[in-house]
């Protein structure tokens, strides 16, 4: 199963999948912003973004989510989220670790940040699931990090 599943860099034509995934009501409810995404908006949101770290999740060459970062200075924050045909089988998982093999290739030191709603359990036990530490908590909001260091 693992050869069916991949990243590769978010390309222009992804705007619309990706602009259904973000409007997705349990991916609303999930987001730390629950309000809908204009289109007008979103468009904004990828064109800054879609030549970063941003990559679109495949399985058998279907588009199933995307995973982003956000670089800032030397920490990364994490953005992800899936199609609802690929929640609930450890997708977001697998996703994330394959950006993460991706990162180590590129990078000596990885320092990864997420932001979670404490309500979302599945995305809390799915990125400790990954080595993400619980870090702080505030407001109903838990951060993790996540880090690797070469030598």
Same mark, same amino acid.
């Given at each position: *199963? ?29 987001? @730390? ?26 399985? /058998? ?27 609930? /089988? /450890?997708?977001?998982?697998? *996703?994330?670790?394959? @950006? ?18 404490? /309500? ?17 908590? @505030? ?13």
């Amino acid at each position: *199963m693992r050869n069916q599943l991949k990243i590769r860099k978010v390309r222009f034509d992804d705007i619309h999948f990706i602009y259904n995934i973000r409007n997705d009501r349990l991916t609303r409810l999930s987001s @730390l912003n629950n309000k809908k995404i204009s289109f007008k908006n979103h468009k904004i949101w990828f064109h800054k973004n879609w030549n970063s770290f941003f990559y679109l999740f495949l399985v /058998k060459d279907n588009s199933a989510g995307y995973v982003k970062l956000k670089k800032n200075n030397n920490i990364f924050l994490l953005n992800y989220a899936l199609h609802k045909r690929y929640r609930g /089988k /450890k997708y977001s998982h697998k *996703m994330i670790l394959l @950006l993460i093999y991706k990162l180590e290739q590129q990078l000596k030191n990885i320092h990864i940040k997420a932001i979670v709603k404490k /309500k979302n359990i599945r995305s809390l036990r799915n990125l400790q699931s990954i080595n993400f530490r619980k870090y702080y908590s @505030l407001y109903g909001k838990i951060f993790l990090k996540y880090q690797t260091q070469k030598k």
